[in-house]
């Protein structure tokens, strides 16, 4: 098997985090590196989603497919009546 090549990082973490991560790797029997791997990996994966979306928001943008703020103000208005407006661009 292959050893994946590592580098240490160091971080100052504020005492009440760096003891809730104790908490996890003790009630998960994991190390506490293994808990922060698991947490850096999701936020990575949360952030380049982000990342990604945001793009495809600006792409949509850039297209022109956008929708005028009177037009989601007067639906978002009409939802508690008896006649609600459709969904604008719908």
Known sequence: MQQTKTKVFTAHIPLPLAEKVDQVATRLDRSRGWIMKQALSAWIDQEEERSRLTREALAEVDAGHT??????EAWAESLGTDTPLPVPGS
């Open 67 to 72: 929708i005028d703020h009177s037009s989601v």
